[in-house]
């Protein structure tokens, strides 16, 4: 088992920035990657950023440039760090961690909620 706690939500004006932080707890070893979800009102949850242990990142086009994931493989914690945030980039964020094949498993945090005023 692996426990994720999200920190860093808040309420900040568009073009503002916010720094998430997950911290991974338990059986991290199994860890192969760590990354940020999302979920808007009503909408469906979402892939954000994902780094792998080796440091191989993804991110979807519409936070490109804005938005960087980092990772202490160490520490086993992983950032995300938002910037020129937009109102449509309000949603729960939620810290995600998958673990080793053969069986990959999901992690989930409890969600953060960000929201950005126009």
């Known amino acids: 088992q692996v426990h994720l706690v999200e920190s860093g939500g808040g309420l900040v004006q568009a073009g503002e920035s916010l720094r998430l932080s997950c911290a991974a707890s338990?059986?991290?070893?199994?860890?192969?990657?760590m990354g940020w979800y999302r979920q808007g009102r009503g909408e469906q949850r979402v892939l954000v950023a994902f780094i792998t242990n080796g440091g191989t990142t993804n991110y979807v086009d519409s936070v490109k440039g804005r938005f960087t994931i980092s990772r202490d493989n160490v520490k086993n914690t992983v950032n995300l760090q938002m910037n020129s945030l937009k109102p449509e980039d309000t949603a729960v964020y939620y810290c995600n961690a998958k673990t080793t094949p053969p069986v990959v498993v999901d992690y989930w945090g409890k969600g953060t909620l960000v929201t950005v005023s126009s």
């Open positions: 338990g059986s991290t070893s199994s860890i192969t990657g």
